[in-house]
């Protein structure tokens, strides 16, 4: 079971989950929907914690945070994807837009 809670503020958008027994996929965006998050586990090639991060007007970067610490992506202008791809660690793992 995946379990979510969001917040969102002026400036980010962060989602959680604690299910890693299986490939998924999560889809955010912001409440005006100029921002979109992308985060999920995969199994395919390594257990892999990743969130792809994209705003259409401001810049922004992807991060998240596992039992391995924070990760964060570059910092990208509007329209450009930020990304981060790690191995999965820990039992939790939280998703971030910041912008």
């Known amino acids: 079971m995946i ?9 980010s958008t962060v989602r959680s989950a604690n299910s890693f027994t299986e ?3 999560r889809y955010a965006s912001t409440p005006n929907r100029e ?3 992308t985060y999920g586990f995969n199994t395919f090639a390594i257990n892999e914690d990743y969130v792809w991060a994209q705003h259409d007007t401001e810049y922004h970067y992807a991060a998240l945070f596992n039992g391995d610490g924070w ?3 570059q910092g990208r202008a509007a329209g450009i994807l930020s990304r981060v791809d790690v191995r999965h660690k820990g039992s939790s793992v939280t998703y971030y837009l910041y912008y």
């Open 23 to 25: 490939s998924w996929e």
């Open 3 to 11: 379990t979510t809670n969001i917040c969102v503020s002026a400036e």
């Open 35 to 37: 921002g979109s998050l």
């Open 71 to 73: 990760h964060t992506g």
